[in-house]
Each structure stands twice: as C-alpha cells, then as structure tokens.
C-alpha cells in the first residue's frame, strides 16, 4: 500500500491534503466545526430543511410506527407504502407521469446513465457534468463525446458527426453547475436533443428547491415541461436529508425499476428518510418564502464581493446565477490557505483546487442560504475582506 502514502505526500506537497472538519452541533448558518464557532458558508442546506422543526417530526413519527430500516431491497421486501408515497409526491410536484427514488443523487445519476444505455450508443456530456453521471457514462460501456462547458454550438457538431451512426443518443447536463453557480442551457440542449432524435436527461442535484416555482427545478425555471426526457433531482441537498430520484415517463420508471443496479442491489430507505422528504415537499409549496430568502441574501452576498474587487466568475470563467458563489483565486495552495485563514478567523467557506476545478481556476465556493441573517452575511464579508488584505489575496 506504500502508493497510498506516496500519493497523500503528493498532495502535502502540492498544498491540497485535507483533513475533514467535523460538527460538533446541528447544520446551521452559524455552527461549530472541530470546536470553532464559524458563519457556515460551506453547506448545501439551502432552505434550512437539515432541521427545519416539522421535518424532525416527521422523521420521529416514522420512526415510531415504521421502525428504523427498510429491512430489503425494493425488488425484494423492502417497498414500504412510505416510499410509493414519496414518488407520488414528486411525480406530481414535477409534474410528470413517475418518479422513482434512489439512495443518493449519486446513485440516481450512476445508475440511470449506465443502465438506459450500452455499447453501441454515445453519450454528449457537457465538460464540466457531475463526477456520479461520469461514472455512470464510463459504467454504461456508450462512446462518451465532451462538448465544451455549456457549449451548444459544440454539442451539435459532436452529435453531427455521429448523425448517422445507428446507436441511441443522450444529452446530459447539469442543471446548475456545482463549482461555479451557474445555470446549464437546458433550454437550448432540449431543442438540440429533439431536432437529433436524441434523449435529453437533465441532473438538478443543485437546482431542486431552488430553481424554478417552488423550487421545481431548472425544466420549470426554462419552461421546458415535456421536452427534457430524464430529470434527475437529489434529497441530500434544498431538501435537506438524503437521496435522488430520477423523474420521466412510466416506462422509464418501470425500466429503471427492473435494470437500475444501485436500485436493484442496494436496500432502500429508512422511512424515516422517506418522511422527511414528504415534509419537505410540503415545505416547498407552503412556505415559498424560504426560496425568496435564499435569492434575496444572494444577490446581496454577491454584490457585496464584486463591490470589494473580488472576482466572483464572469469574463473568462462563468458568473454565478443561483447561490453558490466562487470566489476565484486561482492558485491551488493559496486558495487553500485562505480557506484556512478564513476558518481560523470565524467564516467557514470551502477551498475548491485541481481536480476539482482545471489548474489555475481555484476557488473559496460561498454557498448561501436562507437561514444566514443579514448581520451574518455582513459579518461573514467583513471577514473575508479583512483576511483578504491580510494574505495579499485583494
Ligand atoms: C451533489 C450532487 C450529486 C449527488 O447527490 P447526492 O444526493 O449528494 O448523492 C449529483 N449531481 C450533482 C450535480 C451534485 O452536485
């Protein structure tokens, strides 16, 4: 195993070795990692749900009449009612025919990708797509072809040279990127994908609960109901507890239901996970003003960076357009040392370097939420300006 040490001492070298933080108290705006109170500006807890009072309940009432676990797999015992009921939830609020959940958005993207496709077929993914539909493409055994990062003009070149070949077709995007915060062309690669007779599958791990009418995702946020074939959503983020789930027709559902491995081979969730995610649907429908939040404190957090000089995308990197918030420093071990500065100092905002990023496009990543108050986002840019000066960053 000496490879493993000698690649970790690589990554001492380079300045990118981490160690996890740990909370020690619940995921909230201000919360304590490794023992230190910081402004949170790490979290995906986009609405606050990670502890949002009737969730809790939720899960506890589950939890007292269905038990812990599930106890199978779906295709073997362990469908509860609970878990039809949460699909039926989603499907509506998406507003298609079906929805099927999976234990992850990882496993919702990996097992859908690798399992609606084979050899024979491509796959056109957008350059910058999650690392759980890359997996997912390689598992799939499809010629994957990388258009530029959003990219229109170039996906439809890449699906031009392959017009004639016999093999099925897929488009795939994120919904909204999850390093630089900005909203994938779904419009756009829908239109493509129906001129080409190609499938189109869109990932709104980042952009359930936040884009869209109530959070519906980036097919509302474009009006595009109807054209994007695959819509993969996750639980684990806005809505605040864990899975993914993949909605579309009812024969993609049932198909995924009988070839979907991670379905197939991995027992489903608690019900008290399930519980929590019903709740949290109500939530999106009946408290809208949590999303209102959300935008609002981002436009202010980012207007205040661009106004203190820090470069937040845009020119030749792409601008943010939803609450995840890059602030580029470029260098890989810079960037990590502010990232330490700025924990040391009270602000907790991940460092994000090579591989993550390409080389020379490290960043901090700032994620906003509805939670963070206004004298928190003041105290957190006051941080980050005066730690900026500090280290020579500004
Ligand atoms: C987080 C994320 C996922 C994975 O979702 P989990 O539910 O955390 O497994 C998939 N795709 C994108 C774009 C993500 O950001």
Redesign the pocket.
Known sequence: MAHLTAALNDLRERGTYFRLRVLDDEQGPVCTYDGRQVINLASNNYLGLCNHPKLREAAIAATRQYGVGSGAVRTIAGTMRIHMELEEKIAAFKNVEACVVFQ???TA?AGTVSSILGKGDFILSDELN?A?IIDGARLSGAKIKVFRHKDVAHAEELLREIENEPGRKLIIT?GVF?MDGDIGPVDKLAELAERYGAIMMV?D??ASGVLGRNGRGSVDHFDVHGKVDVQVG????AIGA???YVCGSRDLIDYLYHRARPFLFSTSHPPSVAATCIAAFDILESEPERIERLWSNTRYFQEQLKQAGFDVGGVSTPASETPITPIILGDGRQTMAFSRALFEAGVMATGIAFPTVPEGKARIRCILTSEHTLPQLDQALETIHSVAKQTGVL
């Open positions: 992850s958005g990882f993207n999650h759980s994120d999850s990932d791990a980042h996750t639980l684990s983020k864990l899975g993914g």
